[in-house]
């Protein structure tokens, strides 16, 4: 209990309060905690060893299925000795955009990895990046979310991009600042979890972004997940000769 204690002088008192030390959070305020899952079980890792050639005519690591070019005109190329790069200069940048992808089999869940070192080696050299990856439905609707480092903007970020029912709006992308995480001749690991619904997207392994696909459009199903890999986007410009380490998809 709580009280007052009294020595026996004269004291007149008034306005007593007792306060709790923890209150309980109204029901109407209990709200779930954020989406958090990550993939536990390595199902693809592709480290670019091997024959160079077109990353189409190469399979992962232990792996029995070779890469698709599910989308696009230019190409991403395996190097020697190891590793993969965007076929593209800052005199000839990347033809559009390409989809290099894998089959998938849990619609319902990927977390996907890629790393990645930007091209160039500093502002004022015409050198973009705009790698990332890509959750693929079908030709009608997907999931890609990519780089923009650019010279045309004092730092870097991360954008999301929807394509639902055949139309793909730009403007409707969802993407954030991450200022010098992003920079040319960098290394960085580029990874992210997606339920067909919720995303989390993390540089480096810190959060950067956590959205859901109803968030933009509140009315459309999850998308569901039949295959999955690396992007190569289109935006404002196209990558210019980004260098690709690794890739890593978890279910």
């Not at 998938?104 to 790393?115: G, K, N, Q, R, Y």
């Not at 995480?181 to 960085?188: A, P």
């Not at 199903?221 to 295959?227: A, D, G, V, Y």
Request: charged share 25%; aromatic share 12%; glycine share 10%.
């Amino acid at each position: 209990g709580v009280g007052i204690l009294l020595d026996g002088r004269s004291v007149t008192m008034r306005d007593f309060e007792a306060h709790p030390r923890s209150v309980p959070i109204p029901r109407e305020f209990r709200f779930e905690p954020p989406w958090n899952r990550m993939g536990e079980r390595i199902v693809y890792r592709d480290d670019f060893a091997g024959t160079p050639g077109e990353l189409s005519t190469h399979k992962p690591d232990g792996s029995d299925v070779p890469w698709e070019k599910t989308v696009g005109r230019g190409s991403i190329d395996v190097v020697e000795p190891s590793g993969a790069r965007v076929n593209a200069s800052a005199e000839e940048p990347f033809d559009d955009r390409a989809f290099y992808t894998l089959p998938w089999d849990d619609p319902s869940f990927a977390d996907l990895e890629v790393t990645v070192t930007a091209p160039g080696t500093g502002r004022g050299q015409g050198h973009r990046c705009r790698v990332g990856l890509v959750f693929w439905q079908d030709r009608k609707n997907c999931l890609s979310v990519s780089t923009w480092l650019d010279d045309n903007y004092d730092g870097a970020s991360m954008s999301v991009f929807t394509k639902r029912w055949g139309f793909e709006e730009i403007y409707d992308a969802v993407w954030t600042n991450v200022a010098d995480k992003i920079s040319w001749s960098g290394k960085f690991t580029l990874r992210i979890a997606f339920d067909g619904d919720h995303f989390n997207i993390f540089i480096d392994g810190e959060p950067i972004m956590q959205r859901a696909l109803g968030d933009i459009y509140p009315d459309d199903p999850p998308l569901r997940i039949e295959r999955i890999g690396i992007a190569v986007n289109w935006e404002w410009g196209t990558d210019t000769g980004s260098q690709i380490h690794r890739f890593v998809a978890r279910r």
